[in-house]
């Protein structure tokens, strides 16, 4: 405790954006090797709760919290220890990364979109409508600057850092308790569905709603909402959702590779030793990878269930729905732009990026997906 | 080497077989958690050569194996490091999982079906032709079943254990130094391509070679080849194959998510202390997903370059060309399960999978897939 007080907050901002720079350039800062090799013969043990946004019974997104606690402790020989808690046991499920800011917490497992009003910068971090697929998301963050680009922000504006651990791929397009058959019908619609697509559903005549996602069943059931979109077949199915709701659609336009990162409290984050930093972020990447082999492995079944005995009638979006979304989008991306410059910048490189890596996909992946979409 | 003397061959190979279990479980085995305890205060300094099948001066697929030695450096205290070396130096680049199966090296990055000669099974680990995408295969692999299935046969044929570590999702269909308009132009072509893709090729009238990466440009150049498949653009750029060959084809049907794996032999997986296995399997997740985010994030400037400075002319297979490259790979597959019950009874659970998954990704992720394509 000495030496976090010791540090204080300047000094942990400015070591926060060395590990930035350093990590950028896939570097452990000199000064921090020494103090792993003097600190090696004594490792401290270390004991963190976790903060999630999920209700425990997901044993596909909670579970790859578990992943990360499980891979930390095999990593450091059982000595840092990571509890993940379900949503509201020790903060509510949309608060994870204000109670780690504070440091309340040190450690959550969430979604940024659920933060826009923190700065819509925050939807980098998840995803944006009609934007990156999963491996279109992990190529921008891992690869294309990302990543450094909003650690960055996180640093400044949260004091947190941030590691991508999980994807759902493009999601089911949401549970409706009536056909939509073109935009009029969205009209007076109460949605839940957060972040930009929830803007985006508003400019579409949606009324939109900021529920947890153990709190839709509730709302679909009694009525409080006509309509809400969590991930895929598998969760929506534990989610019990094909009870309250009948009409299920695709695609899900609003985050088509939607990141789950872990967010951490940056002076906790300087306080560990850097071999323990080195299995959080390495944990991380498994989680990320494996969230998504589980969501792909397991969707196909569940989607068959909900079909076969579920009683779901499954739907495409109309094409006016996907365009009027896509132009909605595009208008409040620009507008968004002009009042925040951050947004601007950081949008400006998306853009680029996403532009580019959709034309390379466009041609060897899509080529192949088509011709095996046409001969089966 | 007492110790390893004294475990001997039978010994190992049950401790393997028991390891996979565990591993399928998530679980250590009770008596390696107790050695660590024991051993933890004085982990040993462990120095590994790792044999690949690359040029060094490839930094996607080479750098993905120094990925693996740079993090298991950063997990264990530099204490266990890995040394890769170029193809050649340690082993010739097609003969990496023998050197790792006799022990002569510890440790091998490669691509599995590169081993055809040695078993069909071999090409599960890497991809079939008409396959599995990226996402598909890390699905089936971690959460399909796969992997369990790959690491008994690995162990019972090989004596070693494998993980994923690197993917280049749908790769380009390859080098020709002329233009492909109908299957009829294949016949008598001499080309470069491995593996079961090389079969369907053979069938088609070509004349395949087994060719590592390194020996394809001078191939071309002096004519001993008139055709070669390699990666996608960001590699094949480096390798200079667009100075001795003009069309390039896509898209590559031959494994649309081939896998990279690390291959360790068992002997050695099982003397290693379990925190630097788990380190090892930590690393390769890692690497698994930054290969794809590399190539994803690198390939389309190199694309353009190829085309816009590197006088290439890019071209899709002609449909002929697909549909008898399909047809040929089912009549293959169907005559190697006659003759090889192993094979036929993976690829029987392995079909079931892919067929699952490709009708959930024909929704969804295709769905969106689809709309981006027209409206942009």
Redesign the interface.
């Known amino acids: 405790m000495e030496r976090r007080q010791f540090l204080g907050l300047a000094a942990t901002s400015a070591a926060a954006l060395s590990i930035a720079g350093c990590e950028q350039a896939?570097i452990?800062p000199p000064a921090q090797v020494e103090r792993?090799?003097a600190e090696?013969?004594s490792l401290p043990n270390i004991e963190w709760q976790m903060a999630t946004s999920w209700p425990a019974n997901l044993d596909s997104i909670f579970w790859s919290a578990q992943l990360v606690a499980?891979?930390v402790a095999?990593?450091t020989?059982g000595k840092f220890t990571i509890l993940p808690r379900a949503a509201g046991e020790l903060a509510p499920p949309l608060e994870v990364l204000n109670v780690v800011e504070k440091g309340t917490v040190p450690i959550g497992h969430t979604v940024s979109h659920y933060y826009a009003n923190r700065g819509a910068i925050t939807a980098f971090g998840s995803g944006l409508p009609?934007g990156l697929?999963?491996?279109?998301q992990?190529?921008?963050?891992?690869?294309?600057g990302g990543l450094d680009i909003l650690h960055e922000a996180y640093a400044d504006q949260f004091n947190i850092i941030q590691f991508p651990a999980g994807n759902s791929?493009?999601?089911?397009?949401g549970w409706f308790n009536k056909e939509i058959n073109s935009v009029a019908d969205l009209a007076g619609l109460k949605m839940r569905i957060p972040g930009f697509a929830g803007q985006v559903m508003e400019r579409l005549g949606v009324a939109v709603q900021l529920l947890s996602g153990g709190e839709i069943f509730q709302a679909l059931q009694n009525g409080a909402i006509d309509a809400a979109e969590w991930v895929?077949?598998y969760e929506d199915e534990q989610m019990n959702f094909h009870t309250v709701a009948s009409f299920y659609y695709?695609?899900?336009?609003w985050d088509?590779g939607s990141s789950v990162e872990i967010q951490i409290n940056l002076d906790e984050w300087s306080n560990l030793p850097?071999?323990y930093r080195?299995?959080l972020k390495?944990?991380a990447?498994?989680a990320?990878?494996?969230l998504?082999?589980?969501f792909?492995?397991?969707?196909?079944?569940a989607?068959n269930r909900l079909i076969d005995t579920g009683g779901v009638t499954?739907l495409?979006f109309p094409?006016d729905v996907?365009?009027a979304a896509?132009e909605a989008a595009s208008e409040l991306f620009v507008e968004t732009a002009a009042a925040d410059p951050e947004f601007a910048s950081i949008f400006k490189e998306w853009s680029a990026?996403r532009d580019?890596?959709?034309?390379?996909?466009?041609?060897?992946?899509?080529?192949?997906?088509q011709?095996?979409?046409r001969?089966?």
């Open positions: 896939g452990i792993a090799v090696d013969a499980d891979r095999a990593l020989d009609f697929t999963a491996r279109q992990n190529a921008w963050l891992y690869e294309g791929g493009v999601q089911m397009g895929g077949p695709y695609p899900g336009w088509p850097p071999q080195e299995a390495s944990a990447y498994e990320n990878l494996m998504m082999a589980r792909d492995a397991r969707n196909p079944a989607l499954l495409p094409d996907m365009k896509e990026f580019a890596i959709q034309a390379w996909h466009g041609l060897a992946e899509r080529g192949y997906l011709y095996v979409g001969s089966r």
